[in-house]
């Protein structure tokens, strides 16, 4: 055999033996094929399936669950997300009364002279505010004062008489003001609220509007209430004019 044909025929075999290794790349590694063409897909051999299977114990359940390390347990959840109301007629202080429903003490007696002279003594002017409609008030916290003047802290309290009650734009509660264990007065309170997240601070207010009106019957501040003071008061310290908004031109 010539040198030029031994030469040829060593080409013609390595290009088969690259052609044959090109083949088995594909086979192996499952490349895509065009559409219409069936995909080969690579598959252990039967040794490593035996393999696979004998490594598994005979006593192993493939049913069970399959602990894990990493799970987090999943606390029940309440759907509702507030706390349930409290019972208020379970109630009771130390001397038995429940003063959601009780009556003790009303109209016993009169307090004591150096109480009542605190009670009635006249609002300074200087303590009164106006507002913009021309209703003069007492800041909720000046009754609070007057009430520490006279009972002391820790002396008087409100009880609730019932549930909040939160309707579309108010919020109410009826509460009962007891002072030195008696019970004085009764009143509901309310507060408007413009947007639910301001339920909370409404309920603080209507509790405040409760105080104001149960002080009523103690007499505290009840010049605001007369229409003569009322009329007085407006003539020498406020000035009443009509003024137009900014905005909506309403006066």
């Not at 192996?28 to 299977?53: E, N």
């Not at 109410?172 to 007891?178: D, F, N, Q, T």
């Amino acid at each position: 055999m010539s040198t030029r044909a031994i030469t040829r025929l060593n080409s013609n075999l390595s290009r088969a033996i690259k052609l044959q290794n090109t083949r088995r790349v594909h086979t192996y590694h499952a490349k895509p094929l065009a559409v219409g063409h069936r995909s080969i897909v690579a598959r252990p051999s039967v040794g490593a399936q035996r393999r696979a299977v004998s490594n598994i114990p005979e006593d192993f359940d493939l049913d069970q669950q399959i602990p894990t390390t990493n799970r987090t347990k999943v606390e029940d959840v309440s759907p509702n997300p507030f706390p349930e109301p409290s019972n208020l007629n379970d109630a009771v202080d130390e001397a038995g009364t429940n003063w959601a429903h009780s009556f003790h003490g009303l109209s016993v007696s009169p307090f004591p002279k150096e109480i009542t002279d605190i009670l009635l003594t006249p609002i300074e002017p200087g303590d009164i505010e106006i507002k913009p409609d021309g209703l003069i008030y007492l800041p909720e916290i000046k009754y609070r004062r007057i009430m520490n003047r006279a009972f002391g802290p820790g002396g008087w309290g409100l009880a609730p008489r019932g549930e909040v009650n939160v309707s579309a734009r108010v919020v109410s509660r009826e509460y009962a003001l007891v002072c030195l264990g008696r019970l004085v007065a009764i009143a509901r309170g309310e507060q408007e609220y413009f947007d639910p997240a301001g339920i909370a601070t409404a309920t603080e207010a209507c509790k405040s509007n409760a105080l104001m009106r149960c002080c009523k019957d103690l007499g505290i501040a009840s010049e605001l209430w007369d229409p003569r003071f009322i009329r007085e008061f407006k003539s020498k310290y406020c000035v009443d004019v009509f003024v137009e908004h900014l905005t909506t031109k309403k006066k």
